[in-house]
T-cell receptor, first 111, second 115 residues
Framework: GENVEQHPSTLSVQEGDSAVIKCTYS??????FPWYKQELGKRPQLIID?????GEKKDQRIAVTLNKTAKHFSLHITETQPEDSAVYFC??????????FGKGTMLLVSP | GAVVSQHPSRVICKSGTSVKIECRSL??????MFWYRQFPKQSLMLMAT?????????EQGVEKDKFLINHASLTLSTLTVTSAHPEDSSFYIC???????????FGSGTQLSVL
């Protein structure tokens, strides 16, 4: 089955800096890679996703890049704000099958 | 985005009792629903996958007789924790996916505390 590794486990940045979270996956058949943001005690919220036929996708301050050859994908957050502080999860799977989640990254943005 | 409602948000029960958690898709038909368990500061641990009208598929190590899952309609799935014990205390969360849609939407979670 799929195995998704996520790094780092915690990330502290100053407000305004950029943050990058990286994930690798093992199954070359995986073609769908979403990112979720989870605030303490709340539900994971889908913030951006990418499919394997696309190398990069951007939505305002958030971008995701995908390298199919190397089997890794990354989340980039620019101009970070304190409200970006949360746990971020990457996931991978083959679209309509079960998604495998990474272990999460706790992002702390200091004012 | 699609809305998934989960109830109750918090439940405290005595050891030995059963607890039912509901997960509803409010504005789409959820052909597949997933149930997860999440420990503090940890990732989502998939417990089972349920497709409407069929038996749930449980992940290895998850007792199907302990965690009963029913997905009787395209908008409702339930998880029943039977004979709950303190070690079952956890944050349980569901997610749902509509037909032909890769996107997964989560319920708000249920914090179960077994005394």
């Amino acid at each position: 089955g799929e195995n998704v590794e996520q790094h780092p486990s915690t990330l502290s940045v100053q407000e305004g800096d950029s943050a990058v979270i990286k994930c690798t996956y093992s199954d070359s058949a995986s073609n769908y890679f979403p990112w979720y943001k989870q605030e303490l005690g709340k539900r994971p919220q889908l913030i951006i996703d990418i499919r394997s036929n696309v190398g990069e996708k951007k939505d305002q301050r958030i971008a995701v890049t995908l390298n199919k050859t190397a089997k890794h994908f990354s989340l980039h957050i620019t101009e970070t704000q304190p409200e970006d502080s949360a746990v971020y999860f990457c996931a991978g799977g083959s679209g309509y099958s079960t998604l495998t989640f990474g272990k999460g990254t706790m992002l702390l943005v200091s004012p | 985005g699609a809305v998934v409602s989960q109830h109750p948000s918090r439940v405290i029960c005595k050891s030995g009792t059963s607890v039912k958690i509901e997960c509803r898709s409010l504005d789409f038909q959820a052909t597949t629903m997933f149930w997860y368990r999440q420990f503090p500061k940890q990732s989502l641990m998939l417990m089972a996958t349920s497709n409407e009208g069929s038996k749930a598929t449980y992940e290895q190590g998850v007792e199907k007789d302990k965690f009963l899952i029913n997905h009787a309609s395209l908008t409702l799935s339930t998880l029943t924790v039977t004979s709950a014990h303190p070690e079952d205390s956890s944050f349980y969360i569901c997610s749902a996916r509509g037909k032909g849609n890769e996107k997964l939407f989560f319920g708000s979670g249920t914090q179960l505390s077994v005394l």
